[in-house]
């Protein structure tokens, strides 16, 4: 032991300088180098086939700036209060297609304005719900001036793709057996609603507390889908 530390502080004296400081960028460069590789690696192997890395945060609910509870809106049966912990609120089983309103006709689904809420909160709801206060103030229905609610977004594709949803729920209305993730009994309808086609490719929305994306919606499962239902595969169908 003793010989070792006598070692050290020889060698300590001995090295010169210049080693001493290059060292630990030597070492740095390495690990640098070593998690770019690895990182690269992944993101090529998982933008091609596989679920997004949940680590790097992609897999994960959003926070958003008002817990919105697609349960109580959309879902079916009782769910717990996202404002009021302990409470259980009876679900109004809404249509995605009330708030989602250009999702049949347009690229984008879009997501309400504030004023499509207060429709309904100006009245609806106790005032001690922290949530629906939030709600309240941002649509002006305070003393305090309205502000838009920025809403995060779930889902994105990368910058170079082009989605429309207009011609997937028009399709899936019309195939319900091409419908993923269906309720029972969806498969067997000849023809299904707009909102009944959603699951395929967002998953059970309506019993979601917060929204999260369950399909990687890859460039693979796209062209999958487009081949096996005689959908176009271009390139320059999905890319600018
Ligand atoms: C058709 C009417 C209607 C519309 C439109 C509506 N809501 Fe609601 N919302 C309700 C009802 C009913 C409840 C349950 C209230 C209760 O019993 O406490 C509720 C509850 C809530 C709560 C409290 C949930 C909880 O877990 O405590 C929030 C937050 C909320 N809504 C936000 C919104 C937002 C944001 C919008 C617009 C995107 C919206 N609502 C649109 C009817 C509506
Ligand atoms: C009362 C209005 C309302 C209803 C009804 C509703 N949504 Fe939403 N939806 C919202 C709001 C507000 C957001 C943005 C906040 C969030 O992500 O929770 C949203 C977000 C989403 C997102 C995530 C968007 C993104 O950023 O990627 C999806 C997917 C979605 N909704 C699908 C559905 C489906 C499917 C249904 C029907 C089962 C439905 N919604 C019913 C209001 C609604
Ligand atoms: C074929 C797959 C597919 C189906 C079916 C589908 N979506 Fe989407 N949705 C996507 C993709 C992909 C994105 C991300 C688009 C982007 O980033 O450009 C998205 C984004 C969204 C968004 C957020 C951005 C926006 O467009 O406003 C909402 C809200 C949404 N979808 C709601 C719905 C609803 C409601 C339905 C059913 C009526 C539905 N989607 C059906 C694939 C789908
Ligand atoms: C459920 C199967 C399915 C999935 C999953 C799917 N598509 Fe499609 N898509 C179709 C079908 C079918 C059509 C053709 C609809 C029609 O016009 O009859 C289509 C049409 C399109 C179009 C319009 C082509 C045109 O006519 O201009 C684009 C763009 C597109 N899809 C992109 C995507 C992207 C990007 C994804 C992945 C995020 C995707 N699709 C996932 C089935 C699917
Ligand atoms: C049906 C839609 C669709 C078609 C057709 C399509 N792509 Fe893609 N592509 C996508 C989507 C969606 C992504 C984004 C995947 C992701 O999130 O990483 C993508 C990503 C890519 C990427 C980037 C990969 C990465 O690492 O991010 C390249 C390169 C690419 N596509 C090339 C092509 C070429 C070349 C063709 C024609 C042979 C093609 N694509 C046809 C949907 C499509």
Redesign the pocket.
């Known amino acids: 032991m003793a010989s070792l530390l006598e070692f050290i502080k020889e060698k300590h004296r001995t090295t010169p300088l210049w080693i001493k400081a290059l060292a630990p960028v030597l070492l740095l460069g390495g690990l640098a180098v070593f998690a770019v590789t690895g990182a690269v690696t992944a993101f090529v192997i998982t933008a091609w086939l596989g679920q997004p890395i949940p680590v790097l945060g992609f897999d994960q609910t959003v926070k958003q700036p008002i817990a919105f509870p697609h349960t109580i809106h959309a879902g079916t049966g009782l769910f717990p209060s996202t404002g009021l912990p302990g409470q259980f609120i009876d679900g109004l089983e809404m249509d995605c297609t009330f708030c989602h309103r250009t999702v049949t006709s347009q690229a984008n689904a879009g997501v309400p304005p504030v004023a499509l809420c207060s429709y309904c909160h100006k009245v609806i709801g106790p005032e001690e719900n922290p949530e629906l206060a939030k709600l309240r103030k941002a649509a002006g229905l305070t003393e305090e001036d309205p502000s838009p609610i920025n809403w995060k977004r779930v889902h994105r594709?990368p910058d170079h793709?082009?989605?429309?949803h207009e011609?997937?729920i028009?399709?899936?209305t019309q195939?319900p057996s091409?419908?993923?993730n269906a309720a029972p009994g969806v498969n067997q309808l000849s023809e299904a609603l707009p909102s009944q086609v959603c699951s395929?490719?967002h998953g059970d929305v309506a019993s979601m507390l917060e929204v999260k994306q369950v399909e990687a919606?890859?460039?693979g499962?796209?062209v999958?889908?487009?081949r096996?239902?005689?959908?176009?595969t271009d390139c320059t169908?999905?890319h600018h």
């Open positions: 594709l793709v082009r989605f429309v011609p997937h028009r399709y899936l195939h091409e419908i993923r395929t490719c919606l890859k460039m499962q796209c999958d889908c487009h096996e239902n005689e959908a176009p169908v999905c």
